[in-house]
């Protein structure tokens, strides 16, 4: 089991930034990647960042140049460094781990974290 707590939403206007965190607790051991991703009203979950236990990231293309994912040198902890926001950034953000158990994969969510990027 695993267990996930996010923290750092928030309202933030066009062009500003914020940073997420989210804290990995229980069997990390066996995390394989963590990442975010993100749900708007009316709309599905997507893909916003991940990063591999081996250092490798991802990134969704309405992202890249704008988001940074990173985590602690322990791998407890992921970053998601936001800048630029935009309107469309607005959603619910959610931390996402996936762990490995005799060949069998496990994802985990966090609870969500709000970010609107509004004027």
């Known amino acids: 089991q695993v267990q996930l707590v996010e923290s750092g939403g928030g309202l933030v206007q066009p062009g500003g930034f914020l940073r997420l965190s989210c804290a990995a607790s229980g069997s990390i051991f066996s995390i394989n990647r963590m990442g975010w991703y993100r749900q708007a009203p009316g709309k599905q979950r997507d893909m916003v960042a991940i990063?591999?236990?081996?250092?490798?990231?991802n990134y969704a293309d309405s992202v890249k140049g704008r988001f940074t994912i990173s985590r602690d040198n322990a791998g407890n902890t992921v970053y998601l460094q936001m800048n630029n926001l935009k309107p469309e950034d607005t959603a619910v953000y959610y931390c996402?781990?996936?762990?490995?158990?005799?060949?069998?994969?496990?994802?985990?969510w966090g609870q969500g974290t709000q970010v609107t990027v509004s004027s």
């Open positions: 996402y781990a996936e762990a490995l158990d005799l060949g069998l994969s496990y994802d985990y």
């Open positions: 990063i591999f236990s081996g250092g490798a990231t």
